[in-house]
C-alpha cells in the first residue's frame, strides 16, 4: 500500500510539475525584456559564478579564436618560464539548472560542468589540481596523448588525490583537437555529481580548421527526484534531467550568429545514452571528433548527428538561413522535464468519476484528471497558477512568440541574424518573420 501511495504521489507531483510555469529569476527577467548584452571578460572571482550566462573571452592577445562554451567560461592561466598553468580545484558545487531549480553537484572551480580549458598544440601545460571534495579524486585528460603517468586513472597511473591534497600535471600538447576531463575515481558517483569539462586545443597554425564562432558543451544526465537538491548517483537508466551543460531549456542560453558565418559546435557525451543531436534550417558535416579532425573527403551532410557515450563530435555549416532555429536531441523524452518513469498511460482514460474519491481519500492534496488528450493540457493547467513542488522544474516550458515551446530539457535556439555585428553574442529577440512567410490557419 505505501508503495503504490508513493507510485500516486509521484505521478500527482509530476503532473503538478508538469502543469506550472517557472518563475523566472530576475536575471531571467532582464533577459527576456530584450537584448541582452554578454560581457567579454575573464571571470576573476569563479566562486561568485553560480550559473553564468555564456561569458565570452575575448580575442585580443590570443593567436586563435576562443570557444564559447554555453552557459560557461574559459579558464584562466598564468604564463610560468614558458609553461601555461592553469589551476583546477574539485569541490562540491550548487548548480542552478534553470530558474526555478537548484542542484547540489559536484565540479570545478565553482561550476559543474568546470570551466573550459582552452591552449595551443605544441604548448607545454601545467594543470594544477586541488582536492576539496569529501573523498579521493583524479582528473583524466580525455583523448589526449601524454605521457602515461599523467592519465589520470587513479591506482593505475598515479595514487588518488586524497582530500585536501594538491597534484600536478605537465606535460605538451601533441595534436589540437576538442577533448574532456573528469574523473577516473569513483566514476559512478563523481561524473554522476557533475564532475566534467571541456578541453580544447586550438591548432597551431591560426588558419587551420577557422571558423568564425566556436562552440561547445557537454551532454550529462542527472536523477533528481521532485522535491530533492541532490543527484542519485546509483541511477543506471532512469534519469529525469537531460541537460546542455547542467542547464536545461529555457534556462539555457541561444547560439547567436551571423547570417554567413561558418560555425562549429563541439559536444562531448558524458551521460549513460546515445544523443542523436539534430539542427533545423541548416545541413552539417562531422569536421572532428575527440579522436581527431575528420578529413574533408570522409565527411558527408547531415541534419542529426548521433553522439555516442563518452565521445565529441563537432559539427561545422555555414549559417545561411535567418531565423530562429530549433536545436535539440531527437529522443523526444530527452527535451522534456522531469517526470516519473512510472507515470501510468492515461490516454483516453475517462478520469472524471475518480476525481472525488481520490479528493476525499487525499483531502489536502489537490489532484487533477490529466493525460486523457495528451500532455499539451498541462500547458492549460500552468494558467491556473498551481503550484510547483519545492526545487522542481515543469516537464514542458518555455514560450516563444507564438506560444508554449513545450520543451524542457536538452533543447536550445540557434539564431541566424542578419545584422548580428561580429563577435556579438548577445541576443537579438526573436525572429522578426517576412510578410507571408508563416504557417496559417485558413
Given at each position: 500500500?505505501?508503495?503504490?501511495?508513493?507510485?500516486?504521489?509521484?505521478?500527482?507531483?509530476?503532473?503538478?510539475?508538469?502543469?506550472?510555469?517557472?518563475?523566472?529569476?530576475?536575471?531571467?527577467?532582464?533577459?527576456?525584456?530584450?537584448?541582452?548584452?554578454?560581457?567579454?571578460?575573464?571571470?576573476?572571482?569563479?566562486?561568485?559564478?553560480?550559473?553564468?550566462?555564456?561569458?565570452?573571452?575575448?580575442?585580443?592577445?590570443?593567436?586563435?579564436?576562443?570557444?564559447?562554451?554555453?552557459?560557461?567560461?574559459?579558464?584562466?592561466?598564468?604564463?610560468?618560464?614558458?609553461?601555461?598553468?592553469?589551476?583546477?580545484?574539485?569541490?562540491?558545487?550548487?548548480?542552478?539548472?534553470?530558474?526555478?531549480?537548484?542542484?547540489?553537484?559536484?565540479?570545478y572551480n565553482g561550476t559543474s560542468p568546470g570551466p573550459?580549458?582552452?591552449?595551443?598544440?605544441?604548448?607545454?601545460?601545467?594543470?594544477?589540481?586541488?582536492?576539496?571534495?569529501?573523498?579521493?579524486?583524479?582528473?583524466?585528460?580525455?583523448?589526449?596523448?601524454?605521457?602515461?603517468?599523467?592519465?589520470?586513472?587513479?591506482?593505475?597511473?598515479?595514487?588518488?588525490?586524497?582530500?585536501?591534497?594538491?597534484?600536478?600535471?605537465?606535460?605538451?600538447?601533441?595534436?589540437?583537437?576538442?577533448?574532456?576531463?573528469?574523473?577516473?575515481?569513483?566514476?559512478?558517483?563523481?561524473?554522476?555529481?557533475?564532475?566534467?569539462?571541456?578541453?580544447?586545443?586550438?591548432?597551431?597554425?591560426?588558419?587551420?580548421?577557422?571558423?568564425?564562432?566556436?562552440?561547445?558543451?557537454?551532454?550529462?544526465?542527472?536523477?533528481?527526484?521532485?522535491?530533492?537538491?541532490?543527484?542519485?548517483?546509483?541511477?543506471?537508466?532512469?534519469?529525469?534531467?537531460?541537460?546542455?551543460?547542467?542547464?536545461?531549456?529555457?534556462?539555457?542560453?541561444?547560439?547567436?550568429?551571423?547570417?554567413?558565418?561558418?560555425?562549429?559546435?563541439?559536444?562531448?557525451?558524458?551521460?549513460?545514452?546515445?544523443?542523436?543531436?539534430?539542427?533545423?534550417?541548416?545541413?552539417?558535416?562531422?569536421?572532428?571528433?575527440?579522436?581527431?579532425?575528420?578529413?574533408?573527403?570522409?565527411?558527408?551532410?547531415?541534419?542529426?548527428?548521433?553522439?555516442?557515450?563518452?565521445?565529441?563530435?563537432?559539427?561545422?555549416?555555414v549559417a545561411t538561413e535567418e531565423g530562429d532555429w530549433?536545436?535539440?536531441?531527437?529522443?523526444?523524452?530527452?527535451?522534456?522535464?522531469?517526470?516519473?518513469?512510472?507515470?501510468?498511460?492515461?490516454?483516453?482514460?475517462?478520469?472524471?468519476?475518480?476525481?472525488?474519491?481520490?479528493?476525499?481519500?487525499?483531502?489536502?492534496?489537490?489532484?487533477?484528471?490529466?493525460?486523457?488528450?495528451?500532455?499539451?493540457?498541462?500547458?492549460?493547467?500552468?494558467?491556473?497558477?498551481?503550484?510547483?513542488?519545492?526545487?522542481?522544474?515543469?516537464?514542458?516550458?518555455?514560450?516563444?512568440?507564438?506560444?508554449?515551446?513545450?520543451?524542457?530539457?536538452?533543447?536550445?535556439?540557434?539564431?541566424?541574424?542578419?545584422?548580428?555585428?561580429?563577435?556579438?553574442?548577445?541576443?537579438?529577440?526573436?525572429?522578426?518573420?517576412?510578410?507571408?512567410?508563416?504557417?496559417?490557419?485558413?
Amino acid at each position: 500500500m505505501e508503495q503504490n501511495r508513493r507510485d500516486f504521489l509521484g505521478f500527482g507531483a509530476a503532473l503538478i510539475a508538469s502543469a506550472a510555469t517557472i518563475a523566472a529569476s530576475d536575471e531571467a527577467k532582464s533577459c527576456a525584456a530584450g537584448s541582452h548584452k554578454r560581457t567579454l571578460t575573464w571571470v576573476k572571482d569563479p566562486q561568485k559564478v553560480l550559473s553564468p550566462a555564456t561569458i565570452i573571452t575575448p580575442r585580443k592577445g590570443r593567436k586563435y579564436n576562443p570557444v564559447v562554451t554555453l552557459n560557461g567560461w574559459s579558464l584562466p592561466y598564468e604564463m610560468k618560464e614558458g609553461v601555461k598553468e592553469f589551476h583546477l580545484i574539485a569541490q562540491p558545487v550548487v548548480r542552478e539548472f534553470a530558474p526555478g531549480m537548484v542542484v547540489n553537484c559536484w565540479g570545478y572551480n565553482g561550476t559543474s560542468p568546470g570551466p573550459t580549458i582552452e591552449a595551443v598544440e605544441g604548448e607545454r601545460i601545467r594543470l594544477v589540481v586541488t582536492n576539496e571534495l569529501p573523498e579521493h579524486t583524479t582528473i583524466h585528460w580525455h583523448g589526449l596523448i601524454l605521457p602515461n603517468g599523467m592519465d589520470g586513472v587513479g591506482g593505475l597511473t598515479q595514487p588518488q588525490i586524497k582530500p585536501g591534497e594538491t597534484y600536478v600535471y605537465e606535460f605538451t600538447l601533441r595534436q589540437s583537437g576538442s577533448f574532456m576531463y573528469h574523473p577516473h575515481a569513483d566514476e559512478m558517483v563523481q561524473m554522476a555529481m557533475g564532475m566534467m569539462g571541456m578541453f580544447i586545443v586550438h591548432p597551431k597554425k591560426p588558419e587551420t580548421h577557422r571558423v568564425d564562432r566556436d562552440f561547445c558543451f557537454l551532454l550529462s544526465s542527472y536523477d533528481v527526484a521532485p522535491g530533492t537538491y541532490t543527484p542519485n548517483p546509483a541511477t543506471m537508466t532512469e534519469f529525469n534531467l537531460w541537460t546542455f551543460n547542467s542547464r536545461v531549456f529555457p534556462g539555457i542560453d541561444p547560439m547567436v550568429v551571423r547570417k554567413g558565418d561558418r560555425v562549429r559546435v563541439r559536444i562531448g557525451n558524458l551521460t549513460m545514452t546515445n544523443h542523436p543531436i539534430h539542427m533545423h534550417g541548416h545541413s552539417f558535416e562531422v569536421t572532428c571528433t575527440d579522436g581527431g579532425w575528420v578529413p574533408k573527403s570522409a565527411r558527408w551532410p547531415e541534419v542529426t548527428s548521433d553522439i555516442p557515450v563518452g565521445a565529441i563530435r563537432c559539427i561545422e555549416f555555414v549559417a545561411t538561413e535567418e531565423g530562429d532555429w530549433a536545436f535539440h536531441c531527437h529522443k523526444s523524452h530527452h527535451t522534456m522535464g522531469p517526470m516519473g518513469h512510472t507515470v501510468p498511460n492515461m490516454l483516453g482514460v475517462k478520469q472524471d468519476d475518480l476525481t472525488e474519491k481520490i479528493s476525499d481519500l487525499m483531502p489536502d492534496y489537490m489532484y487533477m484528471p490529466m493525460g486523457r488528450e495528451g500532455m499539451a493540457e498541462m500547458n492549460d493547467m500552468a494558467q491556473m497558477g498551481m503550484a510547483l513542488p519545492e526545487n522542481t522544474l515543469a516537464m514542458m516550458t518555455g514560450d516563444g512568440p507564438f506560444g508554449p515551446i513545450e520543451m524542457g530539457g536538452m533543447f536550445t535556439v540557434l539564431k541566424v541574424r542578419k545584422n548580428q555585428p561580429r563577435d556579438d553574442y548577445s541576443d537579438p529577440g526573436w525572429y522578426v518573420h517576412p510578410k507571408g512567410s508563416v504557417a496559417y490557419k485558413c
